[in-house]
């Protein structure tokens, strides 16, 4: 079978009469006539059951989560994720719908991205959700644009504390390039909610917060609620970024003077995926509604009486005028939305809280084992969820090779982002890990530091 081409004889003629060359070799004149058709050394083709058998054999090679344990955090999380979740997004009404611009057609991707921002407003105890933003650090960038349209434009500076994830902090940086933003508080890593308190003056339009922080520890309700309210004296938002999954054990943000509350929603039912696609959640007060970037869906009633779910607020700029729009290159992560949602009702409060207290205690009891390993010690001056920070005898990347030997993922390397915490890792245990993996990983460590003493 020949292959399909659009074009005729006479439609060449015309393209080529039209830029002003003879023929298609007058077109490609200034690639040089070696370069044109190169002889390519192929292998004889395969059969698809060859092809197949090839790939499985590669994919093999690979430290993949069936295979493996884990210990990876810092931002993407293994955590389990129900069969109903990929049955429902897997559906061909929700995996191939487009934005839901028509709502007489639309339904039940409306009322799915309703629901999911119904469940966000009950974890965080926000008034309002969007319909998500790409990841979590995009939602803070655009809680700091929002601030800064909230105070209309007189304010241009964030506070930002330096345990929020680096990442985020270098989104933010260049999301704000150019709107002549200025960051301040991420200079010291030690500077807590007190020491930030004393950057806030009357050009500050919002202060963020990690909850837990970027190294899992956790400031006292009372610390950040002192902090909300010195912001607010100042006329600011404060904004708190959370670990969803946290939330089932740990305050809302709103009991401790939240005005926004953004985050990571991969936890809720979507896979570490290589990073992406995730999804980033973004919750306000009512009173920053007409403020928010992105889309929300609301709940009415038609002509008839009957409920019906419509795009009530889409202030994006292929909605309205360009220079009135909130954001112009946000959009949601539908799909991933309805992932969370999906997780979400199938866990239920009971199943959130039960998740989150296996975390809590499995990162305890691996950060007491490995905290009795000889030379390896745990940060333990403050609260801690899942995650915590260990200092290491040995330089990080020799131990996480080591412990590749073992089908063991070890942590992040914290000197990554901060030279100081070189031989520092950060270890992540969430309800995916056994018993039998934590005890695993401390014969490792063991193992390692006997050896370094030799």
Known sequence: MSSYVPHTDADRKAMLATIGVRSIDDLFAVIPQAARAPQIDLPEPLSEAEVLRELREMSEANADLDHFATFLGAGSYYHYVPSVVQHVIGRSEFYT??????PEVSQGTLQTIFEYQSMICGLTGMDVSNASHYDGATAMAEAVIMAMSVTRGKRRKAVISPTVHPEYRQVVRTYTQGMGVQIVGDEERGAGPAALAHRIDAETACVIVQVPDFYGQMEAPSALAALAEATHRAG????????????????PPADYGADVVVGEGQSLGLDPSFGGPYLGFFACREAYVRRMAGRLVGETVDGQGRRGYVLTLATREQHIRRERATSNICSNEALCALAAGVYLSALGKRGLRQVAELCYHKAHYAAREIAQVPGFSVWQDKPFFKEFVVRCPLPVEDINEALLDWDIIGGYDLGQVDPALADHMLLCVTEMNTRQQIDDLVA???GLSEGDRE
């Open 97 to 102: 719908a487009y934005t839901p611009y028509q």
């Open 236 to 251: 600011a938002l404060f904004v708190v970024a959370v670990d969803p999954i946290s939330l089932g054990l740990l305050k």
């Open 444 to 446: 490792v460590l063991r």
